[in-house]
């Protein structure tokens, strides 16, 4: 399979029939933008690599694209005694249905560790659908979708929110009827 990112400089870019959209790599807690969507304050999968997400970008110290993921990795500093590495996976489950799934890593050298990390996303409530959601934290996308397609998100209450995982991964779904 063809790998559906491409990377501009330091954008990763996806594009596919069903979902299209890019994200800052030097900004991951700007999220992926979707590009199909014309509502504003849209942001999905913010990765707060740092305690303070501002104007200075995060350092990057390699990225690519493997089948349906890109990669990026960030280095370890003195003020974060991790490595983060965020994987930003494609996936399709039917011609009708795609979504986007984050991975999220937090390498060390340290034998005592609690690394910590911040996820968010932002849709606005019109478009946020309530999902089931599996032991694993993935997405059953089958009751998403409207009259023009919706967003699905793993949040539990619509709007914003702000999970704090020490590693795994959650998805968000895109459905077209």
Do not use: C
Request: net charge positive; no cysteine.
């Amino acid at each position: 399979m063809q790998t559906p990112w491409t990377i501009r400089e330091t954008f990763g870019a996806l594009t596919t029939s069903l979902l299209s959209g890019e994200v800052d790599l030097l900004f991951p807690w700007h999220g992926f933008s979707p590009a199909a969507m014309k509502v504003a304050h849209v942001a999905l999968f913010k990765v707060f690599t740092r305690a303070t997400a501002g104007p200075t970008p995060e350092t990057l110290v390699e990225s690519y694209q493997r089948g349906v993921d890109l990669v990026a990795t960030y280095a370890q500093t003195p003020e974060r005694n991790v490595r983060p590495q965020v994987y930003w996976r494609y996936v399709e489950t039917s011609a009708q249905v795609a979504g986007l799934e984050i991975i999220l890593s937090m390498q060390t050298s340290l034998l005592d560790s609690a690394p910590a990390t911040s996820l968010e996303s932002t849709l606005p409530t019109g478009e946020v659908i309530p999902l089931s959601i599996d032991v694993r934290r993935r997405a059953n996308p089958t009751r998403a979708g409207t009259s023009h397609g919706a967003l699905a998100g793993v949040s539990r209450s619509p709007g914003k929110r702000r999970d704090s995982p020490r590693a795994g991964a959650w998805a968000i779904f895109a459905a077209r009827q």
